[in-house]
């Protein structure tokens, strides 16, 4: 029903950034919020920034003040990424989450590696 295609990860050096891209197809008007999940070896999925297509934003408290996701839930987000840490080595996978008149559903991106080394 909705494809996405992400972008944008690679290798930065601690306090450096990066921008992550995920373009969104197929029945994109029926999305309500696009976002990130971040999962780093040994650790659980973790939740890193949401948009909704209303154009609000959330972040939890590991990622805030750093990162922001901004962009149209109908065609493209970007999550910029500042002041990166070690610990925000992982690969983030985009995810949209929408509803339709026959079911709701969650969509993933392939995912892309950011890697930050001190």
């Known amino acids: 029903q909705v494809q996405l295609v992400e972008s944008g990860g690679g290798l930065v050096q601690a306090g450096g950034s990066l921008r992550l891209s995920c373009a969104a197809s197929?029945?994109?008007?029926?999305?309500?919020?696009m976002g990130w999940y971040r999962q780093a070896p040994g650790k659980q999925r973790e939740l890193v920034a949401t948009?909704?297509?209303?154009?609000?934003t959330h972040y939890p408290d590991s990622v805030k003040g750093r990162f922001t996701i901004s962009g149209d839930t109908k065609i493209k987000v970007y999550l910029q990424m500042n002041s990166l840490k070690p610990e925000d080595t992982a690969v983030y996978y985009c995810?949209?989450?929408?509803?339709?008149?026959?079911?709701?559903?969650?969509?993933w991106g392939q995912g892309t590696q950011v890697t930050v080394v001190s």
């Open positions: 948009i909704t297509s209303g154009g609000s």
């Open positions: 197929g029945r994109s008007n029926s999305i309500n919020a």
């Open positions: 995810y949209a989450q929408g509803t339709s008149p026959i079911r709701d559903f969650t969509s």
